[in-house]
C-alpha cells in the first residue's frame, strides 16, 4: 500500500527529524562553548566575557532553525493525516497530533532562557552591574524570543486548525 510518494515523506520525516536533533546538540555545544562552561575558571571571565552578548542569540538562532525543521515535521504530518489513503495511519497521525510531547519543547526553551540567565550572570561576575545598554541588549533579545515562540505556536495551531477544518468538509 505503500506509495513511492509516501515512501518519500516517510524518509523527508525521518531525516528532518535527524537534523532538528542535531541542530538540538549543536546548540547545547555551542552556547555551552560561548559561556564558557568547563574552559575557564570563574576569575578568568574577564577575558572573554564579550562572547557572552552572544550566547543567547545563538541559542535563538538555533531555536529559530529547529523550529523550521519541527514546523516541517507537524507540516508532514498533517498531510498524512489529511491524504493518507491508510485510515489507520489517519487515525495514527491524527493520535499524535492531541498528544504531543510537551517536554522537549520545555527543555529546549528552559535552555535558552538559562543561557540568558547565565550569560548575565557572568557577565555581572566579570564587570560588575550590567549597563542600561547591556540590559537593553537581553531585554530586546529575550522579547524577540518570546515574540518568535509565540508567532511559531501560532504556525503550530494553523497546521491543526487545518486539520480540523479538512474533517468538517467531509
Request: aromatic share 14%.
Amino acid at each position: 500500500m505503500d506509495s513511492p510518494f509516501l515512501t518519500r515523506i516517510y524518509k523527508e520525516i525521518s531525516d528532518t527529524q535527524q537534523r532538528r536533533h542535531k541542530l538540538d546538540l549543536l546548540k547545547i555545544t555551542f552556547v555551552s562553548a560561548l559561556l564558557g562552561f568547563g574552559a575557564v575558571k570563574v576569575g578568568n571571565i574577564a577575558a572573554f566575557y564579550q562572547t557572552l552578548y552572544l550566547a543567547p542569540l545563538v541559542a535563538v538562532f538555533f531555536d529559530l532553525l529547529t523550529m523550521g525543521e519541527h514546523f516541517s515535521i507537524r507540516r508532514l504530518g498533517a498531510f498524512l493525516r489529511l491524504h493518507s489513503p491508510a485510515p489507520l495511519e489517519r487515525t495514527w497521525e491524527g493520535f499524535v497530533s492531541e498528544n504531543r510531547d510537551k517536554f522537549f519543547k520545555s527543555g529546549s526553551r528552559g535552555f535558552t532562557v538559562l543561557s540568558y540567565i547565565g550569560a548575565i550572570a557572568l557577565l555581572y561576575n566579570a564587570k560588575g552591574p550590567l549597563s542600561y545598554e547591556e540590559w537593553l541588549w537581553y531585554i530586546f533579545l529575550l522579547l524577540l524570543y518570546i515574540l518568535l515562540v509565540i508567532y511559531g505556536g501560532r504556525r503550530l495551531k494553523e497546521l491543526s486548525e487545518l486539520k480540523e477544518d479538512a474533517q468538517q468538509k467531509n
